[in-house]
């Protein structure tokens, strides 16, 4: 029979212990759950910043407060020994009380330790929250993207609204026959056009074709007429680079050959043309002119895309900005290629990819277009 | 080509402002550039068209005004007031060769005086920026800026036996020409001879041996109607322009050639003193004859949508100096005045009466539908080619298709190795001599161009066309390929230190990513000599069997010339064979049910060994549940002998109705493995 222990003698024992614990205790008393409830997160952080709580200060209380547990209220605790007392108090009265003494300070200690640890883990988790926070603003991670050509993107954007006009888009050779490249526009022999100064040869005696009209020809022999068609393309002229030429740029002809095709179909598909390429207010102006292939001929102004038409840098002050040449098929182009000119007539017209893109993008010196810089390229899109 | 409003006014008493006649005239195609007081007169600068020589004066300016005013041409009356004895009588004048020059009219006034230009003269040709000289030949000038027929004045005395020989000079003649600069003449040129030498170029410049001097006292008027291409040809040779061969060249009046020596000589006698002779002396073999062109009214509307009174279409071309000739009812006949060579057609006589009638009166529709709308067959997927390579960082660049001519690249095979250049005969830019046959030296001009402005990190690619000659008399071959170079490092957007240093690698990616992009079959690689390329990281390219390029890095000895002190990577592809691979139908397959089980192989094998021989070993071997390799990565280094290198690959086993034990799957992965352990001599690590 193990020896009995008074109530007195344990009362002692079991205060002096909730007194240690007291102490010891102490150092965890600021943590509250209630503080958690009442305020939002980044207050929280805020608060928690100011009373200089760190992230590992608590986690290394959180760990600290474990092991206080372990220590009190643990199996092997000095407290589990001494609830093991109660038994040997032999007055049941005093046992009795004892029983109750201690229940008292025990949960006296366990509500406080699991106070203790609910805030703490919260505490942790929200300072946790502010450690992973992120810089939003820090550019986001993808590879550096190329960009189209300025003349691809401008080459598209027309083709699309021809294509939605029911036009074909059609391409043939960049060197030529003499016949492709002049006679069958109706430029004869002898024509200024044909001349070695404005035109390259070959050492066999092509032409690198000077206008993409060549494909026009081309695509009436081979689908006859009717015919609606666009020829973008590469096309050379005898030009010395300079700000405003390059011996080498981009074309893109019209064609339009049917039954009753007359000016005013010209005139309402170019209009249509500039609105929908630089906007639906955008004016068309036709005015005579002269090219071997077509009769009548018309230059096709539009009306300028910055100012509106008042006069600005970009128009030369004049409100208006060339598109380029049209005009109604010459009848010798239309035979040359098969068509028969008592039943059909058509339109054509011509422009200039890469002076449209000066325009629009208002770019001064068109010899950037081929220099290639990877600076002057990222800019269009 | 500068017109005095005052004079015009003096020519039709026009009330319509400076800015007014601009506008009107730039309505009817002769548009005006600019507007520019000068005193109390107006100057307009006139574009005229290469086809409307006759607007080329002020009489012809007047003549459209006219139209546009519903007004006419005042006539002013000049009459030569002293006459006595023939021209004949003091020259003569031969035409050799009437091809070049049709008419030679010469007139001749003895006994002037020499002098300046009287106030009013001297002001009316300054206005329009010519500069005064002396009377005789101001007064040239003057008649060709009134009529625009170009005139000259000869020094009848220093003409040797005072005769005029139209001819084509002969080989070694020369001729010193009014600014004094000697001219080698060639057979195709035509010259104004005397008895002895040429002393004029015909259309073009007088000669300074019978240039009219102080001392000048008879003079011999010319006024001629030459061959326009003929002193096209000889302007454009000899690198003189002028303001007779402007016109000629564009065609002048034939018929006119007298009135503007009498309107002249009228002036010459008047100013300068002297006696004209009675009459011209006027060669004229073949008359030009007079065209006609028909018209039928209704035909207007057909081709302008213009709806123009018959009355209407009559006044236009009538007030143009078009004459009807036939009254049919549904036909209307038109000489075509001698002043108008673009008339032709009834074309042409339907543009007179639309500018007149105005291109802004002609209504605004689109032709009704007709076809359904289509781009190029290719435009798809070059469209997405484009897009797969933007998105690898490549940016894409235009280089001209002519360039240095280089042996130092393998072309594409559909160039072989023996297709030589397309040269040029008339190169602008003098190194860049030929038609290009690779894309390559472009883009590495691109490149150079980059990194001379601190740019290191480049990728680029190309879509163009290359061309080679073909068999003699056919045209040359034209071939659309796409190319792609790449030096530096891997950007990332909006950061500034590259991710790492690119490799070929990447630029294998890059074209693997363009054909995937168009749906095409993988493409094979396999290790190659490439002229242009760095042996040891160079490929041939195939696609279905046959080659279509190449890929590697640039060659040293090519690096150095572009002084490229950085690796470059560049690869070229047929674009128009690889649009001719038919696109791969897309047909669902069933997804797996079960988990496949993976087992990743490092082998060591020697460095010769590839993974794609690796890989196809493995595939070739119909083992049961085996699906296929990955490749995992290559090992080489600490560990290694030099002349191996370890690869690892993941091989994966499923089965279609269960998941795989494992003990299931090491009974066939092992001796699989066995089996390339066998033929490549590795050793598994």
């Not at chain 1, 049917?258 to 929908?276: N, P, Q, S, Y």
């Not at chain 1, 058509?346 to 325009?359: E, K, N, P, Y």
Request: hydrophobic share 40%; proline share 5%.
């Amino acid at each position: 029979m193990p020896d009995s222990v008074t109530f007195a003698e344990l009362k002692r024992r079991s205060d002096e212990i909730y007194e240690t614990f007291n102490q010891e205790f102490r150092r965890f008393e600021r943590f509250s759950v209630d503080r958690f409830y009442a305020e939002s997160v980044p207050n929280l952080i805020r608060q928690l910043q100011l009373e200089g709580y760190s992230l590992t200060a608590a986690e290394d209380a959180l760990n600290d407060l474990t092991t206080l547990r372990t220590r009190y209220t643990g199996k092997k605790s000095d407290w589990a020994a001494a609830k093991k007392l109660i038994g040997r108090i032999a007055d049941g009265l005093q046992r009795a009380s004892a029983g109750q003494h201690l229940l008292f300070l025990e949960v006296s200690m366990t509500d406080r330790l699991e106070n203790a640890r609910l805030s703490l883990e919260k505490t942790i988790k929200v300072l946790r929250t502010a450690r992973e926070s992120i810089d939003v603003t820090i550019p986001g991670r993808r590879p550096q993207p190329g960009h189209l050509h300025p003349i691809t993107l401008m080459r598209q954007r027309i083709e699309d609204i021809f294509v939605s006009l029911g036009y074909a888009v059609e391409d043939d050779r960049e060197i030529e026959t003499d016949f492709y490249n002049f006679d069958a526009l109706n430029i004869p022999e002898g024509h200024p056009a044909r001349d070695p100064q404005d035109t390259f040869y070959t050492t066999e005696g092509f032409a690198l074709r000077s206008q993409t009209s060549t494909v026009q020809i081309h695509a009436m022999q081979r689908r006859g007429a009717p015919v609606r068609m666009i020829a973008p393309g590469r096309v050379f002229r005898r030009d010395t680079p300079d700000p405003t030429h390059n011996p080498m740029f981009f074309q893109v002809e019209g064609l339009c050959v049917d039954r009753g095709i007359t000016m005013a179909h010209l005139k309402g598909t170019l209009a249509e043309f500039v609105h929908r390429l630089f906007g639906p207010e955008t004016k068309t102006r036709f005015r005579p002119s002269y090219f071997p292939f077509t009769e009548p001929s018309a230059e096709v102004d539009y009306s300028c895309f910055s100012c509106g038409g008042s006069g600005c840098r970009i128009c030369k002050h004049s409100g208006w900005i060339e598109l380029g040449g049209s005009g109604m098929v010459h009848p010798n182009v239309l035979r040359t290629a098969n068509v028969d000119t008592s039943e059909f007539t058509g339109f054509a017209f011509g422009l200039g990819i890469d002076r449209t893109c000066a325009r629009i993008y208002q770019l001064d010196d068109i010899r950037l277009l081929f220099e290639n810089d990877v600076r002057f390229l990222a800019q269009f899109r | 080509m500068l017109i005095s409003c005052n004079w015009l006014r003096e020519l039709i008493g026009t009330k319509l402002s400076p800015e007014e006649i601009r506008d009107r005239l730039t309505n009817v195609g002769l548009a005006v550039d600019a507007v520019e007081a000068r005193g109390d007169d107006s100057v307009l600068d006139v574009e005229v068209p290469s086809n409307r020589g006759d607007c080329l004066s002020h009489i012809g300016i007047a003549r459209e005004l006219a139209v546009i005013e519903k007004s006419q041409v005042s006539s002013f009356k000049f009459q030569v007031k002293a006459t006595n004895g023939k021209t004949g009588e003091f020259a003569s004048v031969e035409i050799r060769d009437p091809d070049l020059c049709p008419r030679y009219a010469a007139r001749t006034v003895r006994g002037v005086k020499i002098a300046p230009s009287p106030d009013w003269l001297v002001k009316k040709l300054e206005t329009i920026g010519q500069r005064p000289i002396n009377n005789v030949a101001d007064i040239t000038n003057y008649v060709l800026h009134e009529f625009g027929q170009p005139l000259h004045a000869f020094d009848l005395a220093r003409l040797t036996e005072k005769k005029i020989i139209v001819r084509r000079a002969t080989k070694g003649e020369s001729i010193r020409t009014l600014d004094g600069v000697d001219r080698k003449l060639d057979e195709q040129m035509l010259v104004i001879a005397d008895a002895k030498e040429p002393v004029a170029l015909a259309g073009v410049m007088g000669g300074e041996l019978s240039e009219i001097s102080n001392l000048t006292t008879d003079v011999l008027i010319e006024s001629a109607y030459f061959d326009a291409s003929s002193v096209r040809r000889t302007a454009k040779f000899l690198g003189l322009h002028t303001e007779a061969s402007h016109r000629f060249e564009r065609g002048t009046d034939p018929a006119g050639v007298i009135a503007a020596q009498e309107r002249c000589v009228a002036l010459i006698c008047e100013l300068a003193g002297g006696v004209a002779t009675e009459d011209a002396l006027d060669v004229y073999p073949n008359p030009i004859e007079t065209k006609a062109v028909a018209l039928r009214p209704e035909r207007v509307e057909s081709i302008t949508s213009l709806q123009v009174e018959l009355d209407e279409i009559k006044r236009i071309l009538t007030g143009l100096g078009f004459e009807l000739r036939v009254k049919e009812a549904s036909v209307l006949s038109f000489t075509v005045p001698s002043w108008r060579h673009d008339v032709s057609i009834e074309e042409d006589l339907v543009e007179e009466v639309a500018r007149h009638t105005g291109y802004d009166k002609i209504e605004t529709s689109l032709p009704p539908a007709r076809h359904a709308g289509e781009y190029h067959s290719s435009e798809e997927r070059k469209r997405a080619l484009r897009l797969a390579l933007i998105s690898q960082g490549f940016g894409e660049a235009i280089n001209l298709s002519f360039t240095e001519l280089t042996d130092d690249f393998d072309l594409i095979p559909a160039l072989n190795a023996e297709t030589a250049p397309v040269t040029l005969t008339n190169p602008i830019i003098e190194e860049a001599s030929g038609m290009r046959r690779t894309l390559l030296p472009g883009l590495l001009n691109s490149i150079r161009h980059n990194l001379n402005y601190g740019i290191r990190d480049v990728s680029l690619f190309e879509l163009g066309r290359v061309f080679g000659s073909n068999e003699a008399g056919t045209l040359p071959l034209e071939h659309e390929t796409f190319a792609l170079v790449a030096t530096g490092g891997l950007l990332e957007a909006n950061r500034a230190q590259p991710a790492r240093e690119l490799d070929f690698f990447d630029l294998k990616g890059a074209v693997e990513a363009a054909v995937d992009g168009i749906n095409l079959p993988p493409l094979s690689f396999a290790a190659a000599t490439i002229k242009h390329l760095r042996p040891g990281q160079s490929a041939s390219i195939s696609a279905n069997g046959g080659r279509v390029g190449s890929i590697g890095r640039l060659a040293d000895s090519i690096s150095a010339e572009y002084k490229f002190r950085q690796p470059v990577f560049v690869a070229e592809l047929d674009l128009t064979t690889l649009l001719e691979v038919k696109v791969q139908p897309v047909f669902y397959a069933p997804l797996p049910r079960f988990p496949a089980i993976v087992r990743d192989v490092s082998l060591l094998v020697d460095r010769t060994v590839t993974v794609a021989e690796l890989s196809k070993a493995a595939t070739d071997q119909s083992v049961p549940h085996f699906v296929g390799v990955t490749f995992v990565g290559t090992y080489e280094g600490e560990g290694i002998p030099d002349s191996k290198r370890s690869v690892t690959l993941r091989f994966e086993y499923r089965a279609d109705d269960r998941t795989m034990r494992d003990e299931e799957v090491d009974a066939i992965h092992w001796p699989l493995v066995e089996t390339l352990k066998e033929r490549f001599g590795g050793e598994v690590r």
